[in-house]
């Protein structure tokens, strides 16, 4: 049911729309644990495979979760106006915009993918293994995109739970085929990509099937679509910044993978669970995230930028203390945690090593992801590009590199865990400045 998030208690409202997301990115993290599970259980070389195409398989992500970004923040704007026809208007733009960016994604990701592993200097098994995977998963590049707008569309209007039920089915459904479509079936590294793509098709269909309930406030109509400019601009001045600041990420998730290649398909097998098992435990802070830019949004749209402010701050407290419990379970249980994904002696050494640094970092980095989501609901994505971009680009990687090169492979957790101090410090000081109160020209 649509919820209007400009009334009621602050903490209340939190809550009440960040359980549900942190319960769907939880399931969703599930795709990836779980073909590292079963994957692992083929050999390292297709472990290996599998890390090696993430960063791809991040970047399909980030390309639809930043368009989603975009249609959730000027939609949840439109919704705290009372504007509902322009928000409808909003979402059908967004999916058409979706289906189109996808096509171009999917022909370009399958023509450059074997050129990009190559870059890598993997071996020729590997790289056989990881096209396999990659070609399939981009041909269902479409279902990604589709997917996750309609999710995001879902969010601006302030409900929060029915995303979480697609998210949900999608991920036991993938949790079922894998097995069956690696194994029973022997398709191996290309049965966990199907499995994905199936799983994801699931999902996408019970999420438009909300389109079609009388719960929405939404009125999309796709039969009678007129192409507005101002739309299109409205969703890009939010989308293309985060789509950006995720494309760092996935240059940044690209070159570290370069860099801890040069230690051995141990350390690409071992940095696949570990980077699989943080982005797990970041999931309580990216479904705070993605609630506060509903949260803000609609706020902001109704001009209560004091209560904007005072969700940000306690959805970014709560973010980190979530962080923080599971940080502390990693570190506690580093090596058996490795164990239950390969048991190479060499993949549970970098393993544990990665699950004992980088888990240090979940004191602190809650609060400015959180604070991202704000800038990014309010209509302000530069603040939010800058930030990743200080944190992946101008740190993390060149952090990563030299420390490697005198600490072994636990330099390049020890780059990753100063870089997201920096970006804390940064993030905190940016909000307090405040020019994120002001409203943008696409609301009206």
């Known amino acids: 049911m649509a919820k209007d998030l400009t009334e009621g208690s602050v903490l209340l409202t939190i809550l009440s729309t960040s359980w549900p997301m942190v319960v769907a990115f939880a399931l969703q993290s599930a795709f990836n644990i779980v073909d590292a599970y079963?994957?692992?259980?083929?050999?390292?070389?297709?472990?290996a495979a599998v890390s090696v195409s993430f960063p791809v398989v991040f970047l399909i992500i980030s390309l639809a979760t930043g368009l989603g970004v975009g249609s959730t923040s000027l939609i949840a704007r439109c919704f705290g106006a009372k504007n509902y026809v322009k928000a409808g208007e909003v979402a059908e733009h967004a999916l058409v915009l979706a289906f189109?960016?996808?096509?171009?994604?999917?022909?370009g990701g399958i023509a450059s993918t074997g050129f990009l592993f190559s870059l890598?200097?993997?071996?020729?098994?590997?790289?056989?293994?990881?096209?396999?995977?990659?070609?399939?998963?981009?041909?269902?590049?479409?279902?990604?995109?589709?997917?996750?707008?309609?999710?995001?569309?879902?969010?601006?209007?302030g409900e929060m739970k029915f995303p979480m039920y697609g998210m949900?089915?999608?991920?036991?459904?993938?949790?079922?085929?894998?097995?069956?479509?690696?194994?029973?079936?022997g398709w191996g590294v290309k049965g966990a990509a199907i499995a994905t793509i199936a799983a994801r098709a699931f999902g996408m269909l019970i999420i438009f099937a909300y389109f079609f309930m009388d719960k929405t406030w939404l009125k999309i109509k796709l039969h009678k679509f007129?192409?507005?400019?101002?739309?299109?601009?409205?969703?890009?001045s939010v989308g293309v910044p985060s789509s950006i600041s995720n494309l760092s990420m996935s240059i940044g998730m690209f070159l570290l993978t370069i860099i801890v290649a040069g230690f051995g398909t141990e350390a690409?097998?071992?940095?696949?669970?570990?980077?699989?098992?943080?982005?797990?435990?970041?999931?309580?802070?990216?479904?705070?995230?993605?609630s506060v830019v509903s949260l803000v949004g609609q706020n902001v749209g109704a001009g209560q930028f004091k209560r904007a402010e005072e969700m940000t701050y306690k959805a970014g407290l709560l973010a980190t203390a979530c962080m923080a419990i599971l940080g502390l379970f990693f570190i506690i249980f580093s090596k058996q945690i490795i164990m239950l994904f390969n048991n190479d002696p060499l993949v549970v050494s970098y393993g544990s090593s990665f699950l004992r640094i980088v888990p240090l970092s979940y004191f602190f980095i809650g609060v400015s992801i959180v604070i991202s989501g704000a800038f990014l609901g309010s209509g302000h994505a530069l603040p939010s590009l800058a930030l990743t971009i200080i944190r992946v680009i101008i740190f993390n990687i060149p952090l990563a590199y030299i420390f490697s090169r005198t600490m072994g492979i636990q330099g390049i957790w020890y780059g990753i865990l100063f870089s997201s101090l920096i970006a804390?410090?940064?993030?905190?000081?940016?909000?307090?400045?405040?020019?994120?109160?002001?409203?943008?020209?696409?609301?009206?």
């Open 38 to 47: 079963f994957v692992g259980k083929i050999s390292a070389d297709a472990l």
């Open 100 to 107: 189109v960016l996808s096509i171009f994604f999917m022909v």
């Open 120 to 157: 890598m200097g993997v071996t020729e098994v590997v790289n056989d293994l990881a096209l396999d995977y990659i070609h399939i998963i981009l041909l269902g590049s479409p279902i990604f995109f589709l997917a996750m707008v309609g999710n995001s569309i879902i969010r601006g209007e």
């Open 168 to 185: 949900g089915a999608a991920a036991i459904l993938n949790i079922i085929l894998d097995p069956i479509c690696i194994f029973t079936l």
């Open 226 to 236: 007129s192409f507005n400019l101002e739309y299109v601009k409205g969703i890009f």
């Open 268 to 290: 690409l097998a071992a940095f696949g669970i570990g980077f699989r098992l943080d982005s797990l435990a970041i999931l309580p802070a990216l479904g705070v995230s993605i």
């Open 424 to 444: 804390f410090i940064v993030a905190v000081a940016w909000f307090r400045r405040g020019s994120w109160k002001t409203q943008k020209k696409h609301l009206h």
